[in-house]
């Protein structure tokens, strides 16, 4: 079973539209706290303890109720929201951190940074326990095999590397003009690994010989995030864009290679994307997040948005971290990272029960 938990970067832009007029906007499909369905009651936000002291650039699960974050305050943190409580927190780096990801095989946080380090930390230690060969500028994507034995990162510096994580030896970097990486992830039981770059295309790479394979249709927009459904047979990506140009999310058949859908209805650049688990018989879920303080639950097959949560005050949001219990956690640029709690049996019509009920 994999166990690997992975968030990427984010990516957003400068400025965004004003709350209320984004909010209105969105008012049919928004079940939050501050504007509750006619037929749910509101329930309070919880503010527990904050994780970060600056913005938050991204997340992954670890367990039921805990993340692994990473921000703008240099600092990687595992925080368990059920208790309210910073389980761990590692200062090592010297600048932002990008990107992470977590195995509880290995019992271990891997991190990316602006100070262009790949870190392993574990929760015995207040320092890495390990450091990979640095790449020449931002380490923007990270993901570790299913086997926790390998690790791929990607970097603004064009190249892909992998890493043998028992020795911490570089297996070999690939270069790619103009690949400007915005995201890794591991297609489960596979040595492919999925990436987006700058240069608008999905990547597939076979990384035993650190070849791309497969490359998309060059999109209109830069592909920001990317993330691999669980059976490894589909990938969603993730566009940036302004007032609804771009701004898209498109789901791909990586078995035919092919785009399939395209998901429409932020109005600006979507930092992150997930699969959502959902249980067995329901019907299959993703959900993005973007600048736009809109988080989004999708019907994966149909397009169709079931609900949107307005993270009023959160600024961009760049991160997702989605739980088989039906709760979300979102990273933001201004209000540290926000728990959404949906419910699959509670639907109206073509509209799923969604609402945010912590933040820290």
């Given at each position: 079973?994999?166990?690997?938990?992975?968030?990427?970067?984010?990516?957003?832009?400068?400025?965004?539209?004003?709350?209320?007029?984004?909010?209105?906007?969105?008012?049919?499909?928004?079940?939050?706290?501050?504007?509750?369905?006619?037929?749910n009651s509101a329930v309070a936000v919880q503010h527990l303890e904050a994780a970060h002291r600056e913005s938050v650039l991204c997340v992954c699960p670890v367990s039921a109720g805990t993340t692994a974050s990473g921000g703008a305050d240099n600092a990687v943190v595992i925080y368990d929201y059920q208790k309210g409580e910073v389980v761990k927190k590692w200062t090592g780096h010297e600048?932002?951190?990008?990107?992470?990801?977590?195995?509880?095989?290995?019992?271990?946080?891997?991190?990316?940074?602006?100070?262009?380090?790949?870190?392993?930390?574990?929760?015995?230690?207040?320092?890495?326990v390990a450091e990979f060969e640095k790449h020449d500028l931002v380490v923007s994507a990270i993901d570790i095999d299913t086997?926790?034995?390998?690790?791929?990162?990607?970097?603004?510096?064009?190249?892909?590397?992998?890493?043998?994580?028992?020795?911490?030896?570089?297996?070999?970097?690939?270069?790619?003009?103009?690949?400007?990486?915005?995201?890794?992830?591991?297609?489960?039981?596979?040595?492919?690994?999925?990436?987006?770059?700058?240069?608008?295309?999905?990547?597939?790479?076979?990384?035993?010989?650190?070849?791309?394979?497969h490359t998309s249709i060059i999109k209109q927009y830069i592909q920001t995030s990317c993330a691999v459904s669980p059976d490894g047979l589909y990938c969603l990506t993730t566009s940036n864009g302004f007032g609804?140009?771009?701004?898209?999310?498109?789901?791909?058949?990586?078995?035919?290679?092919?785009?399939?859908?395209?998901?429409?209805?932020?109005?600006?650049?979507?930092?992150?994307?997930?699969?959502?688990?959902?249980?067995?018989?329901?019907r299959y879920l993703v959900a993005t997040c973007s600048?736009?303080?809109?988080?989004?639950?999708?019907?994966?097959?149909?397009?169709?948005?079931?609900?949107?949560?307005?993270?009023?005050?959160?600024?961009?949001l760049t991160g997702l971290a989605a739980f088989d219990n039906g709760e979300l956690c979102c990273s933001s640029v201004k209000s540290g990272i926000h728990v959404v709690k949906f419910d699959t049996a509670q639907t109206s019509g073509n509209q799923l029960l969604a609402r945010r009920y912590a933040t820290y």
């Open positions: 079973m994999k166990t690997v938990k992975r968030a990427c970067p984010c990516f957003f832009t400068e400025s965004s539209p004003s709350s209320s007029g984004r909010y209105n906007k969105h008012k049919q499909d928004v079940y939050s706290v501050e504007d509750p369905s006619p037929s600048k932002e951190v990008k990107c992470l990801c977590y195995s509880a095989e290995a019992e271990a946080v891997f991190s990316g940074s602006r100070d262009l380090r790949v870190c392993m930390w574990r929760m015995d230690s207040d320092h890495p086997d926790n034995k390998l690790l791929c990162t990607g970097s603004r510096d064009n190249s892909v590397r992998l890493y043998d994580i028992p020795t911490t030896h570089t297996i070999g970097k690939a270069h790619i003009s103009r690949n400007l990486v915005t995201c890794v992830a591991w297609l489960p039981n596979s040595m492919e690994v999925a990436q987006t770059s700058e240069d608008k295309t999905l990547k597939l790479w076979d990384m035993r010989r650190l070849e791309v394979i609804g140009h771009g701004c898209e999310a498109t789901l791909w058949d990586l078995r035919q290679r092919q785009l399939l859908h395209e998901f429409k209805g932020h109005e600006q650049t979507i930092g992150a994307c997930a699969f959502v688990p959902t249980p067995e018989g329901s600048s736009d303080a809109l988080l989004k639950i999708w019907d994966r097959d149909t397009a169709r948005c079931l609900s949107t949560v307005c993270i009023e005050g959160g600024g961009q």
